[in-house]
């Protein structure tokens, strides 16, 4: 069983940055690959970013490449997720969640979830 606790959300300004956290319970975190995933009023849940259980390999949706970074901290049990240049239309509650798959960028494929943290940019 892993617990996730999300952190860092908050209003910002467009051009803004933010950082957020998810901490993860448990001895088992690096056996995860880790995911952010987001979902706007009114929308589906979408896929955000992953990383590989050692943070070699990530990858992101077309819409945050090159403004958003995935990171972990095995040592600490920390996920990270650093948003650059935010935009209004990335405001969405955000959730990371651990999944035993590689890389996945379905919600299915993952195993636990965070309750989420909202972001809100403003234009």
């Known amino acids: 069983q892993v617990q996730l606790v999300e952190s860092g959300g908050g209003l910002v300004q467009a051009g803004g940055s933010l950082r957020l956290s998810c901490a993860a319970s448990?001895?088992?975190?690096?056996?995860?690959?880790m995911g952010w995933f987001r979902q706007a009023p009114g929308k589906e849940r979408e896929f955000v970013a992953a990383?590989?259980?050692?943070?070699?390999?990530?990858t992101y949706a077309d819409p945050v490449k090159g403004r958003f970074a995935i990171s972990r901290d095995n040592a600490k049990n920390t996920v990270y997720l650093q948003m650059n240049s935010l935009k209004p239309e990335d405001t969405a509650i955000y959730y990371c969640?651990?999944?035993?798959?590689?890389?996945?960028?379905?919600?299915?494929?993952?195993?636990?979830w965070g309750q989420g943290t909202q972001v809100t940019v403003s234009s």
């Open positions: 990383i590989s259980r050692n943070g070699g390999t990530s």
């Open positions: 448990g001895r088992t975190f690096s056996v995860y690959c």
């Open positions: 969640a651990a999944s035993r798959m590689w890389l996945p960028n379905t919600g299915s494929m993952y195993d636990y």
